[in-house]
């Protein structure tokens, strides 16, 4: 799997949009990319993936870069409940056994600021 | 919404105890996972099941743990002999086939005193 570069730390003040960027910039043609996200010590929830189109859903928006190398996953009205570490990772769509796990880093540690 | 659910929330033994956590995944999923969180550090992938049988495992997943899937709705982890480097967050995660997103449970908190 490509390894992923997110910065450690951002703050966002309530209300206004959070774009969290990730760099992959050695994702190879058949990977996706994933955000989950975890609040505080909570399991990881699945947020948005995907191959080369932007994709949104109720949650977020992602937009990948036309060479595919980053990606930045938008919260368009960031609330404090979305305080939380994200994580983007990129993995094969099919890795022949199925077995998908997941490989988590330390991912972008999100403060939503009143 | 259907949700993992995982039991007990937290749990707290003794060394060389034996303890068993146990998950309930989504209904329909067919894969099934493992992860630990030791307090402070990543989330850890741990082991993965799938028809049955442990489809793939990390270092982490010694001779000490074991995975079962006694019925049709539970997935447990069983680690025979805690230590105290045990003490960690368990996450429980399902998945459907086909699609490559996984479900995680709340956790188990696990303390090895």
């Known amino acids: 799997d490509a390894k992923t570069t997110q910065p450690p730390s951002m703050d966002c003040a309530e209300g206004r949009a959070a774009n969290l960027p990730c760099n992959h910039s050695?994702?190879?043609?058949?990977?996706?990319v994933y955000w989950y996200r975890q609040i505080h010590s909570q399991g990881p929830q699945y947020i948005i993936h995907?191959?080369?189109n932007n994709e949104t859903n109720e949650m977020a928006s992602l937009i990948i870069t036309e060479d595919r190398k980053s990606s930045t996953l938008i919260l368009p009205h960031a609330t404090l409940r979305d305080t939380a570490v994200y994580y983007c990772?990129?993995?094969?769509?099919?890795?022949?056994?199925?077995?998908?796990?997941?490989?988590f880093g330390k991912g972008t540690k999100l403060s939503v600021i009143p | 919404e259907p949700e993992v659910t995982q039991t007990p929330s937290h749990q707290v033994t003794q060394m060389g105890q034996e303890v068993i956590l146990r998950c309930v995944p989504i209904s329909n999923h067919l894969y099934f996972y493992w992860y630990r969180q030791i307090l402070g550090q990543k989330v850890e992938f741990l082991v993965s099941?799938?028809?049955?049988?442990?489809?793939?495992k990390s270092e982490i997943f010694d001779d000490q743990f074991s995975v079962e899937r006694p019925d049709g709705s539970n997935f447990t982890l069983k680690i025979r002999s805690t230590k105290l480097e045990d003490s960690a967050m368990y996450f429980c995660?399902?998945?459907?086939?086909?699609?490559?997103?996984?479900?995680f449970g709340p956790g188990t908190r696990l303390t090895v005193t």
């Open positions: 050695t994702i190879s043609g058949n990977e996706y």
């Open positions: 995907g191959l080369k």
């Open positions: 099941f799938y028809n049955n049988e442990i489809s793939e």
């Open positions: 995660a399902s998945r459907l086939a086909g699609l490559a997103e996984q479900y």
């Open positions: 990772i990129v993995r094969a769509a099919y890795s022949g056994a199925g077995s998908y796990q997941l490989t």
